[in-house]
């Protein structure tokens, strides 16, 4: 949780400003659930895999199964302009691509997850420069990330704790990174 609160930090997340997370895997559910404790209107949160899409109902505005629905179209409906902040959280260079042409006129793409090496991109750069879009991409977690990340967990009584849906002991650790594998509950943690 602590490195999404830095994410959040860099992007200049505000009250009131549209967000988008591009990702349906835990750290993008934690990023949409921040997002609205920060205040953010409207979260939206795109995915594909339909339990955790279930779970995002309960802390995102809006979601959207791409599977099935048209982003482009569905983000019109909340966002005519495109949303003004948006978070890449799944590790695809074509997702960043399309996060470049749907954010908002003077938004910011955070780039939040791991990209293979050989990754590349296309810039709009006439878009980046007349509409003054701001690309940038963060990484970890400081020390006061990391206390932050304890003092919201301690403060919300919200979905942020839920996210943490089971835990294993590391007796248990190669079931639990099997059930990992077939993409079962949302966040686990080992307890020793």
């Known amino acids: 949780m602590a490195c999404c609160i830095h994410g959040m930090e860099a992007l200049d997340l505000r009250a009131g400003q549209s967000l988008l997370i591009m990702g349906d895997g835990p750290m993008g ?3 949409a659930a921040l997002g609205k404790a920060m205040g953010a ?17 309960q802390v995102a505005d809006v979601v959207i199964d791409v599977s099935t629905q048209n982003l482009v179209d569905e983000l019109k409906q909340h966002t005519p302009y ?26 910011s793409v955070n780039i939040f997850a791991g990209m293979p090496k050989d990754a590349m991109l296309t810039l709009p750069v006439n ?6 879009i701001r690309i940038l991409g963060t990484f970890g977690f400081g020390p006061q990330h990391f206390r932050q990340a304890l003092d919201v967990l301690a403060q919300n009584d919200n979905a942020l704790k839920d996210v943490f849906t ?4 590391l007796d248990s650790i190669e079931d639990a990174l099997q059930a990992s594998g077939r993409y079962e509950g949302i966040k686990g943690v080992v307890l020793a």
């Open 41 to 57: 209107s409207p979260v939206i949160l795109s995915g594909i895999t339909p339990h955790r899409l279930d779970f995002a109902r």
């Open 127 to 132: 878009r980046i420069h007349y509409d003054e």
């Open 166 to 169: 089971h835990t294993t002991s």
């Open 82 to 107: 495109g949303p003004e902040k948006i978070i890449v959280s799944v590790g695809s260079a074509d997702v960043v691509q399309e996060a470049l042409q749907l954010i908002a006129k003077g938004g």
């Open 29 to 31: 559910l934690l990023q």
